[in-house]
């Protein structure tokens, strides 16, 4: 109920709260059921887990890359959530809702250079430095180093 100031003047209740988690989930369901691009990076995001695993990031690199990877998630779901609306509000075509859901996919697109660019600084060192230290002692791997010592070169054919 709304009183004659504007203000919801409503009880507390557990079962209402209850219901809004259930509504979350309902809207979840439909983000992932109707948005191809939330399996993309829900498939981004697993190969980044696994990868967090392998390489054992510190926890400051996996809060980064927790919260990188749920500002892609939620600027998905945004962006579904504008396009579900200005589907219903403007279903022919009007130049005003072509430039919101562009506007709202390029916030995607800012959100997911983003999270690559904090992926890139969390796994490059990893996989730089995981590279460097395999080209040691396999047979496989030429290392040419120039008789005065200033030049080396390594190559190693399992990395190109």
Do not use: C, Q
């Not at 506007?103 to 995981?130: E, M, Q, Y």
Request: net charge negative; charged share 15%; proline share 4%.
């Amino acid at each position: 109920m709304i009183d004659n100031k504007g203000i919801r003047d409503e009880k507390f209740s557990m079962v209402k709260r209850a219901e809004s988690f259930t509504h979350a989930g309902r809207g979840i369901t439909i983000f992932f059921k109707s948005t191809h691009n939330a399996w993309v990076h829900a498939a981004v995001l697993v190969l980044a887990v696994a990868l967090g695993f392998v390489f054992k990031i510190t926890s400051t690199e996996w809060i980064a890359l927790i919260l990188a990877s749920g500002l892609v998630l939620v600027a998905e779901a945004f962006n579904t959530a504008i396009e579900i609306d200005i589907n219903l509000t403007s279903p022919e075509y009007h130049p005003y809702a072509r430039d919101t859901k562009d506007v709202a996919a390029g916030a995607v697109l800012l959100a997911t250079l983003t999270a690559g660019i904090i992926g890139a600084f969390i796994f490059l060192p990893h996989i730089f430095t995981t590279r460097l230290s395999n080209t040691e002692n396999r047979p496989e791997t030429l290392t040419y180093t120039e008789p005065s010592g200033a030049f080396s070169f390594t190559y190693n054919p399992l990395f190109l």
